[in-house]
T-cell receptor
Framework: KAGVTQTPRYLIKTRGQQVTLSCSPI?????VSWYQQTPGQGLQFLFE???????NKGNFPGRFSGRQFSNSRSEMNVSTLELGDSALYLC??????????????FGEGSRLTVL | GDSVTQMEGPVTLSEEAFLTINCTYT??????LFWYVQYPGEGLQLLLK?????DKGSNKGFEATYRKETTSFHLEKGSVQVSDSAVYFC????????????FGGGTRLMVKP
């Protein structure tokens, strides 16, 4: 069974640009969550999508957005990039069943560097 | 707001030593508690979980008990191996919060042969 696939794995952008990251969840998983990982702030929740609807949103500015497609694949977008957006962006998928709440399967991440 | 506090690392142990990584939480209510592990070059993996007070989660020789009275969920292993070297994250979630996990800062474990 294929795991969570994130693309691209590495990318470099300059301030002011925008970036789109992609995530393909495990087959059959309908929930996709995004997390930002930085040395200073650790792992922080960005948002979660379930059946193409945003279910939860973390405390990030509106420059961070996402969406989910009918096949459960998800994308997140960051506009007007700032130096502080440099981070590892992790995608996680889950079955989203009550008993499995919190049991996430993470991808290896997309490492974004903003210059 | 809700938060998770872990002991700072790195924790350096010799092979076969006893491991404890402390984790305490602050939350209004009774969350479910998790330990995730991040091996070098890999994504985060769920290690174990506990959903109510006094529950013990266990996996791969690791254990953690949900202690409501001390709001703690310390991770233990009786005999660590070099392959256990990784970063360990404690996390909590509430039942009505989807998959919105609140993570601790992570503790790096280094096991020397």
């Amino acid at each position: 069974k294929a795991g969570v696939t994130q693309t691209p794995r590495y990318l470099i952008k300059t301030r002011g640009q925008q970036v789109t990251l992609s995530c393909s969840p495990i087959s059959g998983h309908r929930s996709v969550s995004w997390y930002q990982q930085t040395p200073g702030q650790g792992l922080q929740f960005l948002f979660e999508y379930f059946s193409e609807t945003q279910r939860n949103k973390g405390n990030f500015p509106g420059r961070f957005s996402g969406r989910q497609f009918s096949n459960s694949r998800s994308e997140m977008n960051v506009s007007t990039l700032e130096l502080g957006d440099s981070a590892l962006y992790l995608c996680a998928s889950s079955l989203a069943l009550g008993a499995n709440t919190g049991e996430l399967f993470f991808g290896e991440g997309s490492r974004l560097t903003v210059l | 707001g809700d938060s998770v506090t872990q002991m700072e690392g790195p924790v350096t142990l010799s092979e076969e030593a006893f491991l404890t990584i402390n984790c305490t939480y602050t939350a209004t209510g009774y969350p479910s508690l998790f330990w995730y592990v991040q091996y070098p070059g890999e994504g985060l993996q769920l290690l174990l979980k506990a959903t109510k007070a006094d529950d013990k989660g266990s996996n791969k020789g690791f254990e953690a008990t949900y202690r409501k009275e001390t709001t703690s969920f310390h991770l233990e292993k009786g005999s660590v191996q070099v392959s256990d070297s990784a970063v360990y994250f404690c996390a909590l979630i509430f039942n009505n919060a989807g998959n919105m996990l609140t993570f601790g800062g992570g503790t790096r474990l280094m096991v020397k042969p």
